[in-house]
């Protein structure tokens, strides 16, 4: 496995291989990698002649109060993993070679990215999200790339952005990797102490309890809404921030239940924020 | 010559090209072609083994009070003009090919595009200058893309946007083709009347002014604004909206002069605007 730092030996690599006709597959990731990443790189090995995976710890997707110094950075870990799973590149690049002095170009998908549920909570989160996936696929060019479930929000967001900029990467969003309880693997997790990894499964219950009202034939959302709530008020350290019925698509809060539903959470337990979701439908 | 209008066929053209190791040049235009059109295509047909000119009237690059509706689109004389130089394909897309429904992506350029002369002017214009071109370069991959010095605040976004988002395109940036009298070649002089048409050289002559007291050791640089201030102020039709000396590299004014220079300026003669520029230095 290689491993390239700089975005302009990765560019070389890229275009060469493309040159030969080969088809790139790419898993860009923040590092801590898990059993979530290791099914898109598993997934993209199936699909690609060659595959890259990026572990970049992105400064510009957090927030200033957020965790960017202790966001894990295990990357003798990572590596073994990529290694192990078949990666023929990991591309490392450093906050600088991607933010050069004079950078400011940034890119924004108004509607996804400032007005909902992640948006809304966390202003130049997706800024950040956008522009860096534009910078690695100039990088990559991969032909097809893969994102997890877990951020539907991110996917729906960086299909969006594709489409609209014609950057031609064919997006493969793949279902979330739970552990045995329920939890959405997240690098995050590790920072839940083992009183609040236990507590943090609710957000999971939650939605199952949405998907059977659904299931029971409830129609309106504020209900089913109001059942998930009531299952996460039974963790006491649990906080709710968001916690809807949306339709997939848009990502639009719906009032009436209908085929496709995306039930969409996040909530808080002590300084950990945990996202998830759930597609369910009547 | 290929004339292609849907941006899939532009693209799987330019990926089958780019297969066979053939080096593709893109020259993005909004038609009405003239002879600063005519320079960059034969620049770029040297260069390259194939040649791409687009020809799209951007909507999202105008103002609500703007030219779009009577801007000129002399698609006829345009394709011959192609023609003749050797173009390989013309794309010419529609506005709902390029913004179909749904579309929310924005490419923004702060500093240059909203701080800056005619980013202050035209608050939206380098938005839809940034996020045209980064469509029409995710369709056509372009090796190599010409621009007019013309407009240099353009050109100098474009080299940034290309850098910040790794879109690995060259940038050559060629010098302004003008009339015989000095007037700057722009679709847009078709706009004025035998009378206007001869005041609109006040520009250039401007920037002469400018450009011999810099020679003669003027150091003061609103000395030298003041001068090509009198010099517009000789054709009373002719109205500054900002004539300065600026670094050719940030754009940003200056107060003293240095080693190198752009004598900047955009002028209006009765509603038709003009903009030119003058690189120098002492």
């Known amino acids: ?61 957090f ?34 070679a991607m933010y050069p002095k004079g950078f400011q170009t940034i890119v924004m998908v108004p509607e996804i990215a400032q007005q909902l549920w992640e948006g809304a909570a966390r202003p130049h989160h997706f800024v950040g999200v956008a522009t860096v996936v534009t910078k690695l696929f ?3 060019r ?10 539907y929000q991110q996917a729906t967001l960086i299909k969006r952005l594709v489409t609209d900029l014609n950057l031609g990467v064919t997006i493969d969003v793949r279902p979330t990797i739970r552990e045995k309880d329920g939890l959405a693997m997240s690098s995050r997790n590790r920072y839940l102490s083992p009183d609040d990894r236990q507590a943090a499964t609710i957000l999971y219950r939650a939605f199952r ?4 009202a659904i299931e029971e034939g409830i129609k309106n ?8 709530r009531k299952t996460v008020a039974q963790e006491p350290t649990a906080h709710v921030e968001y ?6 698509a848009s990502l639009e809060p719906l009032k009436q239940v209908q085929r496709q539903i995306l039930l969409l959470g996040a909530i808080r337990i002590g300084k950990v924020r945990l996202i998830d979701n759930m597609l369910t439908g009547c």
Not at 63 to 89: F, K, M, Q, S, W
């Open 1 to 61: 496995m290689k491993i390239l730092r700089a975005p302009r030996s990765m560019a070389a690599w890229g275009e060469r291989l493309r040159r030969e006709g080969v088809t790139i597959g790419f898993v860009p990731t923040m590092g801590a990698l898990h059993d979530g990443h290791r099914s898109l790189i598993r997934a993209a090995r199936l699909r690609c002649d060659a595959l890259v995976v990026s572990i970049f710890v992105n400064p510009t997707q």
């Open 142 to 151: 991969p032909h097809l790339a893969l994102f997890g479930q877990k951020d």
């Open 138 to 140: 100039g990088i990559v």
């Open 63 to 96: 927030g200033p109060n957020e965790d960017l110094t202790r966001y894990p950075r295990p990357i003798t870990h990572d590596r073994a993993l990529c290694r192990a799973e078949g990666v023929d590149v990991c591309f490392e690049p450093t906050p600088n």
């Open 209 to 212: 309890a949405g998907r059977q």
């Open 243 to 248: 916690l809807a019925l949306c339709d997939p």
């Open 221 to 228: 959302a504020s209900t089913v809404e109001r059942i998930m």
